[in-house]
C-alpha cells in the first residue's frame, strides 16, 4: 500500500511539471512573438521558435528559460533569448559553423535594426 501511494505522488508531480511546462512554455512562445513584434518583426519572418526548459538550471540559478529563434531569411543562425523575471532578454546570436565576432556583431545589428526579414 505505502509504495502505491509513493508512486501516486510521484506521477502527480511529474504531471504538474509537465503542465507547468507546457502551459508556462505557451505563456512564453507568446511573449516571444511579442517582443519581436516590437523589434518590427512580423510571424511570417520566424521560421522557427524554441523554448526549452530546466528545473536543474533554476535550482543551480542559471536561467530557467531559454529560447532560440530561427529566422527565415537566415536559417542557420540561431538568435538566443531568456525569460527572466517577466521579460524577454536577448542573448547572443550562435550558427553552425561558428561564427566569427564581426560576423556576431552583424547580424546583432541586423537584428536591433529589423533586417532580417
Known sequence: MKKKYILFIIIIIIAIMLFYKLIVGNIIKNKTYD?????????????????????????????????????????????????????????????DPMLNKEEIREYDDKFNNGELK
Not at 48 to 54: L, R
Not at 65 to 89: C, M, Q
Request: charged share 25%; glycine share 4%; net charge negative.
Open 35 to 95: 517582443y519581436l513584434e516590437s523589434k518590427g518583426y512580423m510571424q511570417e519572418d520566424i521560421s522557427n521558435i524554441e523554448i526549452k526548459h530546466s528545473f536543474l538550471n533554476k535550482l543551480l540559478s542559471y536561467n530557467e528559460w531559454r529560447i532560440f529563434v530561427e529566422f527565415n531569411s537566415e536559417p542557420n543562425v540561431i538568435f538566443a533569448f531568456t525569460y527572466r523575471n517577466k521579460e524577454i532578454i536577448k542573448q547572443g546570436v550562435s550558427s
